[in-house]
């Protein structure tokens, strides 16, 4: 069974950054994602990226600004953070699935860490 557990979490002015880190054990999955849930508002698809080869996807609002990573022999994730906004500001989800083709899409993930909030001040 896959098991996500998401850190580096915090509060920060806008503008700021933020690494977030996911470590992943047992390893039945090829996608890799971070999702976000705004106080309100429906989970959302931040980034994703297949383990295998690497293929990455950005939501729109975060392209140029977020960088998705992963250290294989670590089986770790990572979401750099850059010139971060109030908007931004939600409980970040580390989650895992089968294909990177629908990782973008949370009915695509099958494994979910508990979260880590982050929150951006203006």
């Known amino acids: 069974e896959v098991q996500l557990v998401e850190s580096g979490g915090g509060l920060v002015q806008a503008g700021g950054s933020l690494r977030l880190s996911c470590a992943a054990s047992?390893?039945?999955?090829?996608?890799i994602a971070w999702f976000r849930q705004a106080p309100g508002k429906e989970r959302e698809g931040v980034s994703c990226?297949?383990?295998?080869?690497?293929?990455?996807y950005y939501a729109d609002s975060v392209k140029g600004r977020f960088s998705i990573s992963r250290d294989k022999a670590k089986k770790m994730v990572y979401l750099a953070m850059n010139s971060l906004k109030p908007e931004d500001t939600a409980v970040y989800y580390c989650?895992?699935?089968?294909?990177?083709?629908?990782?973008?899409?949370?009915?695509?993930?099958?494994?979910w860490g508990k979260g880590t909030l982050v929150t951006v001040s203006s």
């Open positions: 989650a895992s699935g089968p294909s990177y083709y629908t990782c973008h899409r949370s009915s695509g993930m099958t494994n």
């Open positions: 990226m297949s383990w295998s080869d690497g293929m990455a």
């Open positions: 047992g390893f039945t999955f090829d996608a």
